[in-house]
């Protein structure tokens, strides 16, 4: 039994927890109701009365083509993202975990890109690739690349997953490195007096050892990549060229908040908020039970 | 199968600490050599050195007759086992034991005959389908004797395998790690810290401190002629008694007060300053002060049953000097405050140089 702290104060505690009650009755209860109350409705052209339409809102959405092409830009977008950003943290990870001398030092420099604002992130790629003024743009047009991400759907969607999976890195490279500090130096030893050569240790021992961790951030990163992209997407490419960058969430802001289509917008809302909801679930299900070794 | 031998072995990190400090060992085929010593002592980087886990500074290190100091450690053909076992945890134990086979591109046939060979001499045929995590301590271990035995290595190497183990365990297992060892006759250099797995399964016992070998030899050698006061403080228990003392011409003056002349032993030149050292197991008790060579004043007794320890200070000391112990038969009844008459047995005082520690 652990024992159990008892404040003697009954008034304190309450008053201790209402600022984060309130933020997240202000931020995420009253617009989620809200959400979920506009998706049901359906306001007249000119905003002067609303009507109940049931679940008109989401049959109209589902069966959008245009909504169907975003779940794909989605797709594409978290899986290049989730993939990219883990294989080079990865990658990262194992060759920091080697260095001896500055270790700290290197670790330092790896993460600080998380700590920049998505919409800065986006800016820094927006500027390096710019067609007109961007020092890479230039590298890639004189290797004979038609560098045109303003038009080019393809090109803007590799420019927002660059952006994205780099702002990304440091997390999942903190991840991984803690996750090889986990792993006992002397099983790499015995790995390596039973022959296995490096590349057979990583692929044999140092992998699956890591399966939780890898796990942990394939989740989370397709969570970021999901919801909280918004930022780069909206400094990079605006959605566009067309709908080529526009994912679930950037739709969600265009339709309502420059449409002004509250209707779709909320029901589209509130598909995203099941998705997270199965995310989070998912998460908790197979993440937080405990993974034992040894 | 084969020798083992070290020359001048030495190991200096970053330039500046010196953990091994030029250390020479040969051990013959198939016999078992243990290197004992507090931690620190460079017992560890000892052995992980002729794994090929740590590079050799200075000094060669030969497996069978060959310089391997160039090799890594799969090249030198030998197998190590871990204090904390080091399994495969996401590895059934049949995986964790044909692994090094595997990646040896050893006939999948035969590696299926040696793993159930060695399964079933470790008795571990039943486990062969379960995690390392399904498995008590005992059998981890086994499982980590198991993946070396597989290899039929050149010499086996362990690292204070025993210490995770609760004592009863660890008994067991001692037991039945000298009898696999002497049974494969394969060559093996073992680390504890534990003196009585030292004396136990050593064929050579290497008392090692601060780097150094202080003593090579024979356990019982090492236990009999210890070479030096750090050795004759590290092997035996309760610890050899030290008591400051200088040569005179009837027989040694105790810095504690009184003289003490030990049958059957070479006294030091007049003057010169050494300590007695004689094991607690060594004193005898007599009847009366006249034959005594030291007056034990009792502070305190443990009883053990098999035996009794007598602790205290020589009485002439009146309290100032060093402790005393003795270990007397368990049907001698002793209280506080006793003062009890002590003969030291022949020929079994130990007289170091003050100076040097080292055995005159």
């Not at chain 1, 296995?196 to 990583?202: L, S």
């Not at chain 1, 490419?237 to 289509?261: H, I, M, Q, S």
């Not at chain 2, 871990?82 to 590895?91: D, I, K, T, V």
């Not at chain 2, 690292?159 to 004592?167: R, V, W, Y």
Request: glycine content about 8%; overall charge positive; proline content about 6%.
């Amino acid at each position: 039994m652990s024992p159990r702290v008892v404040f003697p104060n009954k008034v304190l505690p309450y008053l201790l927890l209402l600022p984060q009650l309130a933020i997240t009755i202000v931020f995420f209860y009253w617009p989620a109701s809200q959400a979920l109350y506009q998706s049901v409705l359906r306001e007249d052209p000119f905003g002067l009365k609303s009507t109940f339409v049931g679940f008109a809102n989401f049959r109209r959405v589902l069966s959008q083509p245009s909504y169907i092409d975003s779940v794909q830009t989605t797709a594409i977008f978290s899986v290049s993202v989730a993939f990219i950003a883990m294989v080079i943290a990865l990658l990262l990870a194992v060759m920091a975990d080697k260095i001896i001398r500055g270790r700290g030092f290197y670790r330092t420099l790896m993460i600080w890109p998380y700590a920049v604002a998505p919409a800065i992130a986006g800016m820094l790629w927006l500027f390096m690739f710019n067609p007109t003024m961007g020092s890479f743009a230039y590298m890639l047009r004189s290797a004979g690349i038609q560098w045109d991400p303003l038009l080019n759907g393809p090109q803007a969607m590799a420019l927002v997953i660059a952006a994205a999976a780099w702002k990304q890195i440091s997390y999942n490279f903190l991840f991984f490195v803690a996750g090889l500090q986990a792993i006992p130096k002397t099983l790499i030893e015995a790995a390596a007096i039973d022959g296995a050569g490096e590349t057979k240790r990583f692929w044999t021992i140092i992998f699956p050892l890591l399966a939780p961790t890898t796990f942990f951030l394939l989740v989370i990163n397709t969570t970021y990549a999901f919801f909280d992209t918004f930022g780069i997407i909206h400094a990079v490419t605006g959605g566009g060229p067309g709908k080529a960058t526009e994912t679930l969430v950037y739709k969600v802001y265009n339709d309502g908040f420059v449409n002004l289509n509250f209707g779709d917008s909320a029901a589209q809302s509130v598909i995203l908020m099941i998705i997270v909801i199965l995310l989070t679930a998912f998460q908790f299900r197979y993440v937080e039970r405990k993974v034992h070794y040894g | 199968m084969a020798t083992v031998e070290l020359k001048d072995v030495r190991k200096v990190y970053a330039g500046r600490v010196e953990a091994v400090k030029g250390v020479s060992i040969s051990i013959p085929d198939g016999a078992m050599c243990v290197l004992v010593g507090p931690s620190g002592c460079g017992k560890s980087t000892l052995l992980r050195m002729i794994a090929g886990l740590e590079e050799i500074t200075e000094g060669t290190v030969s497996i069978g007759g060959e310089v391997v100091n160039t090799r890594g450690p799969a090249e030198r053909d030998i197998a190590m086992v871990f204090q904390n076992y080091a399994l495969y945890p996401h590895m059934k134990v049949y995986d964790n034991m044909a692994y090094g086979l595997r990646n040896r591109g050893m006939d999948k046939a035969e590696i299926d005959r040696r793993v159930r060979e060695a399964a079933a001499t470790l008795g571990l045929a039943d486990f062969l389908e379960r995690k390392p995590r399904e498995l008590s301590g005992g059998q981890r271990q086994r499982v980590a004797m198991g993946r070396a035995i597989v290899r039929s290595p050149k010499a086996f190497l362990f690292d204070e395998p025993l210490s995770n183990l609760d004592a009863k365990l660890r008994g067991q297992m001692r037991i039945e790690i000298k009898n696999l060892q002497k049974s494969l006759g394969v060559t093996s250099v073992y680390v504890t810290h534990d003196q009585v797995e030292a004396m136990t399964l050593a064929d050579t016992l290497v008392v090692m401190n601060q780097g150094r070998a202080e003593q090579i030899d024979t356990p019982l050698a090492v236990y009999e002629r210890p070479a030096s006061i750090f050795v004759a403080g590290f092997i035996g228990s309760p610890a050899m008694n030290l008591l400051p003392a200088k040569g005179t011409q009837n027989g040694l003056a105790l810095a504690a007060g009184g003289t003490v002349n030990p049958k059957e032993t070479a006294l030091p030149a007049p003057g010169r300053d050494v300590l007695l050292g004689i094991r607690p197991e060594h004193m005898t008790l007599v009847n009366d002060a006249t034959a005594a060579d030291l007056e034990l004043k009792v502070t305190a007794v443990e009883t053990l049953g098999a035996d009794t320890l007598a602790h205290g200070y020589p009485l002439s000391s009146n309290g100032r000097s060093e402790p005393l112990i003795a270990r007397l038969p368990g049907s001698v009844r002793v209280k506080d405050g006793d003062v009890l008459p002590l003969a030291v047995q022949p020929g079994m005082a130990h007289i170091f140089d003050a100076a040097t520690g080292l055995r005159i």
